[in-house]
C-alpha cells in the first residue's frame, strides 16, 4: 500500500506553488521542465527516469469505469481524504519498451462523476518511486477556503422585542 511511512526526512524538500490553487512538497533534485500552454494549471517536474505530472481541473479524466486496464500490473486503489477532499488514488506496473515502470496517480474530487480538481501522476523505473509518490501526495494542501457570510438582505431571525412585549 502506498500509503506507508518512510523515515527519509523532508527538510531538504522545497514547496511548490501552484497558483494559490494547491502546494506539494517535492525533493529539491526535482528540475521543472516546459509543458504544453493549456487552459487550466499544468505543470512536470523530473528527475532521472522520475516523472511527476500535475493538472489543474483537467478537461478529460480517465473515466471512473474504465480505470483499471488488463496491462495495470500489481493494481492496488485506494480511497482517501487530503485536507477533506475526496482522493482517489492508485498503484500499479506496467511494461513500457520491455522495462517495467511503476505509476502512482492521485485524482481529487469525485471521480466517479468525472469532476476532478487535481489529477496528479508520478512514474519511474524504480520501484521506490510508489514511496515517494505517496509522500508527495500526502504534502498536499489547499487554501481554507474564506467562510461565507450571511446575506445582509435577509433577516437574521433576531427578536427585536420591546420592553412592553417582553412583559
Partial sequence: MILATQD????????????????????????????????????????????????WRPPTPVTFQERRQKWMNDYEELVSRIRGKQANIRTYWKMTNGVRVYQAELNVGNWERGELELYMGIESTDESTLLLASQIFKSITFPTPIPERPDDSQPRGELNLTVEELR
Avoid: C, H, N
Fill in 8 to 55: 527519509s526526512s523532508m527538510d531538504d524538500w522545497r514547496q511548490i506553488d501552484v497558483d494559490g490553487l494547491f502546494t506539494f512538497r517535492l525533493p529539491k533534485d526535482f528540475t521543472k521542465r516546459d509543458t504544453a500552454v493549456s487552459d487550466t494549471p499544468a505543470g512536470e517536474y523530473r528527475k532521472g527516469s522520475t516523472k511527476l505530472v500535475f493538472r
